[in-house]
């Protein structure tokens, strides 16, 4: 079993549409939970991280984690083509030697 | 600000060649990363330096090798090519105390025939 399970997708949704965006994982150790947006031929950059359980909030994205279930989310508000890209989750315990990557879930947000 | 700066960009090799992957940030950083990312296998860790001076294996270092030259330069070196090591491959560095993010440059396609 893989510590981190993303479905790759792809998504393709309407513009204006929410978006859920959902990893699973086996390590309860797992403490900082991060999301990573990927444009096509660039390298990945941080979107949001949260520490924990709950939730949290920057603009038209919510990131949402559930230690018990062992389960992560991304939601995207208001969709917008330049939302298109690939969404990877990235949980990290102890170093950053640690940090494991999700395979990414790629969205198309469609005009 | 560059940030994190890989050349070349794109590299074809026949299987046996070797090649070094550059790395340069201009960030002060002192953590810097060799990844690799294989379609349905996500970003693994190859190498890493925690700090100028030090290096140290990730997941998959098997037929790489690392060299931290200096505070911004960390290079990768495929000393015999061979076809499971076509990929793309990112650099990224952090600041390495309490900055989490992790800053990754534009990659390289690299391809072994």
Redesign the interface.
């Known amino acids: 079993q893989k510590e981190?399970e993303?479905d790759?997708g792809p998504l393709s949704v309407p513009e204006g549409a929410i978006v859920s965006l959902n990893c699973t994982y086996s390590n309860s150790a797992f403490q900082?939970f991060?999301w990573?947006r990927q444009y096509s031929?660039?390298?990945?950059?941080?979107l949001m991280?949260t520490y924990s359980s709950g939730n949290k909030e920057d603009g038209r994205f919510t990131a949402q984690v559930d230690k018990s279930s062992k389960y992560i989310s991304l939601f995207i508000r208001d969709s917008q083509p330049s939302d298109s890209a690939t969404y990877?989750c990235a949980p990290?315990s102890g170093?950053?030697?640690k940090?494991?990557?999700?395979?990414?879930t790629r969205l198309a947000v469609h005009p | 600000n560059a940030g994190v700066t890989q050349t070349p960009k794109f590299q074809v090799l026949k299987t046996g060649q070797s090649m070094t992957l550059q790395c340069a940030q201009d960030m002060n950083h002192n953590s810097m990363y060799w990844y690799r990312q294989d379609p349905g296998m996500g970003l693994r860790l190859i190498y890493y330096s925690a700090s100028e001076g030090t290096t140290d294996k990730g997941e998959v270092p098997n037929g790489y090798n690392v060299s931290r030259l200096n505070k911004r330069e960390f290079s990768l070196r495929l000393e015999s090519a061979a076809p499971s090591q076509t990929s793309v491959y990112f650099c990224a560095s952090r600041e390495g105390t309490t900055n989490e993010k992790l800053f990754f440059g534009s990659g390289t396609q690299l391809s072994v025939l």
């Open positions: 981190v993303q790759p900082y991060m990573y031929r660039k390298g990945p950059e941080l991280y990877l990290l170093g950053y030697n940090l494991i990557f999700g395979a990414g």
